[in-house]
Every structure is written in structure tokens, then in C-alpha cells.
């Protein structure tokens, strides 16, 4: 437990003591620096209309060595292709490819197919594709994807997509063992893709651009205008906490005058935050996390069981049955640790300092940390992930 310091009374703390079960905890602290870091406008913004369109389509590969699908669906999709080239199937035939899993397809599978498709991607551009498969496949590597139209959130075909498939991984496996690298269910076709319908968005109407900002608060989004406002007087201002609006130059084209702002640099600000993540382990303290005056305490409790089965003999001609025994045998050993104050800190590097000489170890920063914002002594946000 953590109180706030009083000098008209006592010290007082409790150990905060219980059973770690959480992934441990890695503290990682970035230092203030004295100056803050400058960034560009480019980088912590995005002018709005730029934007990139999600497409998709689900296609066919082929060529591979054994390790394809067994599915139904995979039979009825290579059914569908060959009609689609003039190969005519008999109904009893197509009926009897559709049910008998005797009919091999493991050279085959079906598999999802999308890729991003940039705004002023112009018709001829190549696009990188990401491959997945659809059916129970095992194993995508020597795969070739056969022509697959893409399309987008209206129906309309927006890219065609084929090539070999490059998976980054692989899997072998034995009768006694098996050994694989990454996913090879998953791969990419580099410049997979062509364009073949353009999205083409006018940005600068009227003689205004917005920019968004990527993280929103309104503070940074001043000094975003401000910043601009000192290379071209009066030409923007924050409308909120996530957009500044922007009158473009008149001597200038909207994308050499966006290519100019996005160079000016300014400061960006946020918000004091504690953000947990205790699947990957991870603690990250912001440069404006503060802490009040505490006296806080913190020990380990310790539990050791450990097991030493007996073996009970019965005496001779007692008609007894031999039985083993359970023996548990349970040591607990709790950690003892001073009580330490943490005056007020200014810095992030301070904190880190008053932590150290507690003497806490990294997986005990979580449960530090949530007694610290029920007490309210830490000044900052706690988001867990």
C-alpha cells in the first residue's frame, strides 16, 4: 500500500505482498531530454483525401508440392476455373469431383488475396500483395497464384494480382518431428499486382489542405499553425484537437506547398500516460508523468512445495499392500525491504532514479504503479493493453 507522506504524522506502509503471476515486466524508460525533440510536420500528420483503398479477392494457387488442400471448397473452386476456360463438366461427374475425397487437390488451394492501393496509383503500377490461405492447406511454398481480379468496397475491379508466392519461411516435417519458420500459410507476391483503375483524389480544392493529426491533442495542433503561420503569415489555424486547416500559397502548387510544410519542425506535445502491456511484458512511463511525495514499501512473498513421496512396506505375512505415501514439504520465505520515500519527481530519469533505490524488480512495476494511481500519487494516465 502507498500513502501520501505527512510530516505531522507517522510514516506509515504495509507490504504490498501476494503470488506473481504475470509475464515479467520490463520497465522502459526514455530519458528526458533537455531540450524535447523536434519532429516534422510530415510525420506526425497526414493531409486529409490522401488516403490508401483496402482490395481483396480470393484466387487460386497452384504448383504445389503436396501440400495443398483435401477441402471441398478447394474441388469446387477448381471445378468453377476450368468452366470459366470452356472446360464443360457432366452434373453426374461434377457431383461425384464435388463428394469424392478420393479425387486429389493437394497440389491446389484456395487462398484470400489483398494488397493496398495507394491514392494516385495510376493505371500500370505495381502493388505488393499479401497471399493467405482459404482451405486447410499446409503449406504454400512453390506456389504460383493464378490471375485474380481484386476489387474494392463497390464491387469494381481494381487491380489483377498473380505470380509466385515468396513466403519468407518454411516447414519440413517427418514421422517423428516436425520443424517450421514463420507462417508459411501466409505469404507476399513483391509487385504482385498491376493497376488497372485509378483512384485519383483532388486534394487542395478551393485553395485549402487539412492535416490530421495522427495523435490527437489540441496543444500540438497549435503549435502545428503557429509553426506554419511563421513561414506563411495567417495561413492556418487548429480547428480542433486532430485538424488544422491550411490556405495553400498562391505562388506555389499544392504539392510543392505541401512538400514545404511538411519539412517546418515543431515540438509535439502529449499527455502524461503509463501504458502496461503485460502480454509482451512492457511498461513505458511519458516524459510528463509526475509523482507526488510518497513513502512506499514493496516485498516479495515467496512459496516453495516440493514433493517426496514415501514408500510403505507392509510387515512380512501381514497380507499388507505396498503404497507410496504423498510427502509435501512447504517453505515460505518473505522478502524484507526498507521503507522508502520518493520525494516529488520533475523528470521521468528522476522516477526512474527513485524506483531503482527502491530496489523493485521489473515485474513489480505493474502492481506499483496501480497502487500509485489508487492512491493518487501518480499524476498520469494508466492504460493497460
Not at 490522401?50 to 474441388?75: D, E, F, H, Y
Not at 474494392?152 to 519458420?181: C, H, M, N, R, W
Not at 495561413?235 to 485538424?243: L, Y
Request: with cysteine; net charge negative.
Amino acid at each position: 500500500m502507498i500513502t501520501q507522506a505527512n510530516p505531522s504524522e507517522c510514516w506509515q506502509s504495509c507490504w504490498l505482498i501476494g503470488f506473481r503471476c504475470i509475464a515479467i515486466l520490463t520497465f522502459a524508460v526514455l530519458s528526458a531530454a533537455a531540450s524535447a525533440a523536434e519532429v516534422r510536420i510530415k510525420d506526425i500528420t497526414s493531409v486529409d483525401g490522401v488516403r490508401t483503398n483496402q482490395i481483396l479477392g480470393m484466387g487460386l494457387v497452384t504448383g504445389l508440392p503436396g501440400t495443398g488442400s483435401k477441402s471441398p471448397i478447394t474441388r469446387e473452386f477448381a471445378l468453377n476455373f476450368m468452366q470459366r476456360f470452356g472446360m464443360r463438366i457432366d452434373p453426374l461427374v461434377r457431383a461425384n469431383l464435388q463428394n469424392d475425397t478420393r479425387q486429389k487437390t493437394d497440389n491446389l488451394s484456395v487462398v484470400t488475396v489483398t494488397a493496398d492501393l495507394p491514392t494516385f496509383a495510376r493505371e500500370g503500377t505495381r502493388i505488393d500483395v499479401i497471399v493467405s490461405t482459404f482451405d486447410d492447406a499446409k503449406n504454400l511454398q512453390g506456389g504460383t497464384l493464378i490471375m485474380t481480379p481484386l476489387v474494392g468496397a463497390d464491387g469494381e475491379v481494381y487491380a489483377v494480382a498473380s505470380g509466385p508466392i515468396s513466403l519468407g519461411g518454411f516447414s519440413a516435417s517427418g514421422q517423428g518431428a516436425t520443424v517450421q519458420k514463420n507462417h508459411p500459410t501466409t505469404g507476399r507476391i513483391p509487385n504482385g499486382a498491376t493497376v488497372e483503375r485509378e483512384t485519383l483524389n483532388e486534394v487542395g480544392i478551393g485553395g485549402q489542405v487539412r492535416l490530421l493529426l495522427r495523435q490527437r491533442d489540441y496543444e500540438t495542433a497549435r503549435r502545428i499553425a503557429e509553426a506554419i503561420n511563421k513561414e506563411f503569415p495567417l495561413a492556418a489555424r487548429a480547428v480542433d484537437e486532430g485538424t488544422v486547416e491550411v490556405l495553400t500559397a498562391f505562388d506555389m502548387s499544392t504539392p510543392d506547398f505541401l512538400g514545404h510544410i511538411g519539412q517546418i519542425r515543431v515540438t509535439p506535445d502529449f499527455p502524461a500516460k503509463v501504458v502496461i502491456n503485460e502480454r509482451t511484458g512492457t511498461v513505458i512511463v511519458g516524459q510528463h508523468v509526475r509523482i507526488s511525495n510518497v513513502l512506499i514499501t514493496h516485498a516479495n512473498l515467496t512459496v516453495t512445495t516440493s514433493e517426496s513421496p514415501q514408500v510403505s512396506q507392509p510387515a512380512p505375512f501381514s497380507q499388507g499392500e505396498t503404497e507410496t505415501v504423498p510427502r509435501t514439504q512447504i517453505e515460505v520465505f518473505e522478502e524484507a525491504k526498507p521503507v522508502t520515500e520518493i520525494p516529488e519527481t520533475v523528470t521521468v530519469g528522476d522516477l526512474a532514479t527513485a524506483l531503482n533505490a527502491l530496489g523493485v524488480t521489473p515485474r513489480d512495476l505493474s502492481s506499483i504503479f496501480q497502487q500509485l494511481k489508487e492512491s493518487g500519487a501518480l499524476h498520469a494516465d494508466l492504460e493497460f493493453k
